[in-house]
Antibody
Framework: QLQLQESGPGLVKPSETLSLTCTVSGDSIKSGSDFWGWIRQPPGKGLEWIGSISYSGTTYYIPSLKSRATISVDTSESQFSLKLSSVTAADTAVYYC????????????????WGQGTLVTVSS | DIQMTQSPSSLSASVGDRVTITCRASQSISSYLNWYQQKPGKAPKVLIYAASILQSGVPSRFSGSGSGTDFTLTISSLQPEDFATYYCQQSYTYPRTFGQGTKVEIK
């Protein structure tokens, strides 16, 4: 059973870089046409997709964060990571990692499963 | 970017009620539409993908329909465990975008 687990600091100072890692277990991160994504949720608000990466390193980002976000993958460790630079209080959120599963029957993709999420607070 | 707009933002319903949530895309997305359920303090869980396909393990009281720009999530008989927030999400193109959510509360 595929499982994802986020890890990283829960508190980041303004203007610094947020760094999170998602560890994939139970299946290979090199799985077919799947991508691996980061989604965040500010307290009391909705979901915002940040970006996704394939195991070969192809990336997609939301335009509003593209200049500050970097997603990378380490297949040897079955991990993918998010770095978000120059953070402000507006980046305070629960950050989720998720598999962006590609269904080869319907040619549709969806996020499943998700990690449990980790709260990152930006504060001095 | 494709904007996803859900309605209503919240609703109150009783156990046993039929509940319908709508999601509208700012441009046609064919059937590239997913629905998620999120309970407080938990990660979202996919209920329906490709607009109408029920994810394995999801109760059959959930159903989805629609194509193009207008989509619907229906809960045929609301159960106590269904009180949660529901999100639609388009997978037609990047950036992936979610609706703002619909909170289903107990009447």
């Amino acid at each position: 059973q595929l499982q994802l687990q986020e890890s990283g600091p829960g508190l980041v100072k303004p203007s610094e870089t947020l760094s999170l890692t998602c560890t994939v277990s139970g299946d290979s991160i090199k799985s077919g046409s799947d991508f691996w994504g980061w989604i965040r949720q500010p307290p009391g608000k909705g979901l915002e997709w940040i970006g996704s990466i394939s195991y070969s390193g192809t990336t997609y980002y939301i335009p509003s964060l593209k200049s500050r976000a970097t997603i990378s993958v380490d297949t040897s460790e079955s991990q993918f990571s998010l770095k978000l630079s120059s953070v402000t209080a507006a980046d305070t959120a629960v950050y989720y990692c998720a598999r962006n599963f590609f269904d080869s029957v319907t040619y549709r993709s969806y996020f499943d499963p998700w990690g449990q999420g980790t709260l990152v607070t930006v504060s001095s | 970017d494709i904007q996803m707009t859900q309605s209503p933002s919240s609703l109150s319903a009783s156990v046993g009620d039929r509940v319908t949530i709508t999601c509208r895309a700012s441009q046609s997305i064919s059937s590239y539409l997913n629905w998620y359920q999120q309970k407080p303090g938990k990660a979202p869980k996919v209920l329906i993908y490709a607009a109408s396909i029920l994810q394995s393990g999801v109760p059959s009281r959930f159903s989805g329909s629609g194509s193009g720009t207008d989509f619907t999530l229906t809960i045929s008989s609301l159960q106590p465990e269904d009180f949660a927030t529901y999100y639609c999400q388009q997978s037609y193109t990047y950036p992936r975008t979610f609706g703002q959510g619909t909170k289903v509360e107990i009447k």
